[in-house]
């Protein structure tokens, strides 16, 4: 049992705490999120739980249980799989100000916390300061960032906040592998950085590893890397989005590599295993080859989390920045609250999904048809089989797709190419 304490208290009394546990009231009964360990509990009096908890979250929360905020379409690498096509600041991105109100929005909506991202979110020079602000307000923070400006001196900072989770990434355990996707160097300034953060004890970091066919096969040296580094490995299934739509084909694992991941996933992100790996829940169309992976398995979009970019606009998830499932705009009337209650958007995607082509499968109560953005930004229809279905059904229906018919993602912030004249 957890202990009751409410937003308000934590941030009356943040050093003093007994608890680290918030709970939020939802119409099913509660959600508790505990800082100290991370984890989330549902609470539900006994005559609701008939539902399957998975049924109920997919008609949508009060409010996000946590939601992505790309701070920045800055950054100074240009990943080819970049799911934000990043590389140029935007000059209309949110200010220090507006920042700080949608801050005080999710403070009053009671969300547990924000994945932040970009582009490289370490670049904006507020970066401390809206951190800290968050924190500050009983909203923990999670941030990804590819090391570059995680000097010794950030390392140390960093080490200081309560409730900050950092994730570094690396898409290859060798520079020859990581730097062919992130870029010449980058193998190099990513383990600086966590050589910083373990010289200033900030303690279990994460590495970040968007599993891809080249990569697949130093899955347990990753989790090797991680280890010595007392660190937690997370994986991610690579998206067609952004700059990956371009890059996805000669990237995504094949249909046996997938059988691969499933595997290795099942036997290291248990309750059984030691430093369990993580995955964000992103791999739940593998469900379709028998015993379920850990986690939250159903797409989360417009239900759970959404997406503020950086101009405050919000998209149903991270992976489809597109204006298909753009719901509106933190600058609007009724701020971010209004978007998550009222758009349009949102309310479809709480109602129930046609299984399509996928009715006729066994697989699809495991597997849910797959990814929505995997399949929009593949040319594939929303209800039908994921691109990368196990049975092979994806694969076939993407043969059909004509080349340069599939959508294209919305904005594009990569910084322009130079040819050099030979
Ligand atoms: C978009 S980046 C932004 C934060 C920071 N610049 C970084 O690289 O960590 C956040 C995470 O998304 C991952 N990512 C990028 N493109 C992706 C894609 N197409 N599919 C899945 N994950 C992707 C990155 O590798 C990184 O771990
Ligand atoms: S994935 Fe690469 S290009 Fe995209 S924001 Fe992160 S470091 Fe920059
Ligand atoms: S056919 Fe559809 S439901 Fe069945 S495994 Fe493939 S994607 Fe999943």
Known sequence: ???????????????????SVA???????????????????????????TTPLVERLKRGL????CLTWELTYACN????????????????????????????????????YINIGGGEPMIRRDFFDIVSYSVDNGIGVKFSTNGTYLTSDAAARLTAMDYLDIQISIDGVDATTNDAVRG??????????????????????????????????????FKALADSYGAQLRVTRLRPSGRGADSWHELHPTNVQQHQIYRW????????????????????????????????????????????????????????????FKAGSVRGPGGFAAVWRESELFRELREPQSAGACASCGSYDAC????????????????????????????????????GSAPRPAADHSRPVTFIKR
């Open 1 to 19: 049992m957890w202990r009751v304490l409410s937003v308000d208290q934590r941030i009356a009394e943040p050093s003093a705490q007994q608890s």
């Open 23 to 49: 709970m939020r009231r939802e119409g099913f009964g509660a959600l508790a999120y505990d800082y100290d360990n991370r984890r989330l509990t549902f609470q539900r009096p006994k005559r609701s739980a």
């Open 62 to 65: 009060d409010a996000p249980i």
């Open 77 to 112: 690498l240009s990943c080819v799989h970049c799911l934000s096509s990043s590389g140029r600041r935007d000059p209309n991105e949110l200010t220090t100000t507006e920042a700080k109100a949608v801050i005080d929005e999710l403070r009053a909506l009671q969300v547990f």
């Open 184 to 221: 010449s160097g980058s193998y190099d300034t990513a383990r600086r950085a966590m050589d910083h953060l373990a010289v200033a004890g900030f303690g279990p970091f994460k590495i970040s590893v968007v599993v891809t066919r080249q990569n697949v096969d130093q899955l347990d040296e």
């Open 265 to 324: 996933l099942l036997a290291h992100s248990g309750p059984q295993s030691t430093n369990p790996v993580l995955t964000g829940d992103s791999f739940f169309h593998l469900n379709a080859l028998g015993e379920p992976l850990p986690g939250l398995n159903m797409c989360g979009a417009g239900r759970v989390v959404c997406l503020i970019d950086p101009l405050g606009d919000v998209y149903a998830c991270p992976f489809v920045i597109h204006d298909e």
């Open 368 to 403: 849910q048809g797959g990814c929505m953005a995997a399949k929009f930004f593949t040319g594939l229809p929303l209800d039908g089989p994921d691109p990368e279905c196990v049975h092979g059904d994806g694969e076939l229906q993407l043969a059909g797709i004509g080349a």
